[in-house]
């Protein structure tokens, strides 16, 4: 078999992608974010993320940094709305090393509160660094405007009111409620025999006991239609336009991750990028994307341009949408379209890190492997109608809801 699955009593699950390769690609992730934290708390799984490469009860900041970094190795983590996950690329000799360092910072570290200081700092500087980008942070406004009164709608970052107030003991709080070892996922990419990666889990990960809190996450609600402009210090306007949309278990979500893909996709030949950048110059940056959750989904389109040229941007952007709703596409579009998405997927598998953390998001999410041929076969029975409906709902004027940030009057 290409994977194979390793169930650990106390509920932490593994997967082996089992290749040829000197390099090893692991991660650990966790059923576990922003979207999971509670009001006067915002940030407080961002703030853990940063704390886990401090100190534990057996290293301190500078040995978990060096620990990997001695042998070439690299250790790295991100927070999402809905995970937590650390990563790891080393040598095929040291795949030892980098599951002791994740079993290590992931259930010992001690939180100490100088290091929390230091954090704090640096993580108030990156709010500020995020400020400062428009084009960054009106992704999170907009989600903030779609999800409110969930937890999806506010920033992976938090705020920083919350951040200063931060004990070691909101940290523990959230560890406690959130860390489910049957929501904690390890997924290796390498060459070993599932006997020794077996072995080597067993040592680190066997002795953590089990501890299984009730996960329940607020349960998002449609919100109305909305259009909200907000002035701002900046020289060009930046604009999302889009809509709720449908959660991973939605079968309609592989047609509109086509869709998606067709219209402001990877690559230039995207629908909105030849009509608005390319034949009217009108926008440097234009995209859409399609983000999915485990019960919604967001899709949006994102521009950028000089404050003379938004309206037509906006009426070109329109336009496109209008035709896919009223006309959808036909045959030999779709068939293009399906090459093209299919053959973007398939290069995307050689990031090996990319691949194996979806994989173990795939176990979380379905309690099993999606796989190549999985996701193909679903593009390939797409119909044009199938994707006319979509394009019907989640393009619905009634639906769509904008952000604009506009610069500031003299």
Do not use: W
């Not at 194979?4 to 390769?21: F, K, M, T, Y």
């Not at 907009?142 to 992976?156: A, M, P, R, T, V």
């Amino acid at each position: 078999m290409e994977y194979e699955i390793i169930r650990l009593d106390n509920g932490i699950r593994a997967v082996l992608h089992r290749q040829a390769s000197q390099i090893t690609h692991t991660c650990l992730v966790v059923n576990a974010g922003a979207r999971d934290e509670e009001s006067g708390k915002f940030g407080v799984a961002h703030f853990i993320e940063h704390l886990l490469f401090k100190e534990t009860e057996r290293r301190s900041t500078q040995q978990i940094l060096n620990y990997l970094e001695a042998v070439g190795g690299d250790l790295n983590a991100y927070t999402t709305k809905e995970y937590t996950c650390i990563h790891a690329s080393v040598l095929k000799p040291h795949l030892s090393r980098a599951l002791d360092l994740f079993e290590d910072i992931i259930f010992h570290s001690t939180f100490p509160e100088d290091e929390m200081e230091k954090e704090k700092g640096v993580i108030a500087d990156e709010m500020a660094s995020y400020l400062d980008s428009p084009e960054d942070s009106i992704v999170d406004d907009y989600e903030d405007l779609i999800f409110q009164n969930s937890g999806l709608g506010h920033n992976i970052l938090g705020l920083e009111q919350d951040l200063i107030g931060f004990k070691k003991d909101d940290l523990q709080d959230f560890l406690i409620k959130n860390y489910n070892t049957e929501e904690i996922i390890i997924g290796i990419t390498g060459d070993y025999d599932l006997r020794t990666v077996e072995r080597l889990l067993r040592r680190y990960f066997e002795p953590i006991q089990r501890h299984t809190p009730l996960h329940q996450r607020t349960q998002v609600t449609l919100n109305s239609s909305a259009h909200v402009e907000i002035a701002k210090p900046i020289n060009q306007v930046h604009y999302m336009l889009g809509a709720q949309a449908y959660g991973i278990h939605d079968d309609r979500k592989t047609g509109l991750l086509l869709l998606n893909n067709m219209l402001g996709g990877i690559g230039m030949s995207s629908i909105l990028n030849l009509s608005v950048r390319e034949k009217h110059g009108i926008a440097y940056t234009i995209e859409s994307n399609y983000t999915l959750f485990s019960d919604t989904g967001l899709f949006s389109i994102y521009l950028g341009t000089d404050v003379e040229k938004v309206k037509k941007a906006k009426k070109l952007v329109f336009k496109e949408l209008d035709k896919l709703r009223e006309k959808g596409v036909s045959d030999q579009q779709l068939q293009r379209a399906k090459n093209k998405f299919k053959g973007q997927i398939a290069l995307a598998e050689e990031n090996r890190m990319s691949m194996i953390i979806a994989v173990a998001k795939n176990i979380i999410d379905y309690d099993r492997i999606i796989t190549l041929e999985d996701v193909f076969e679903r593009i390939d029975v797409l119909t044009k109608e199938e994707m006319l409906h979509i394009a019907q709902d989640i393009f619905d004027d009634k639906k769509l809801t904008s952000l604009t940030f506009v610069p500031e009057e003299d």
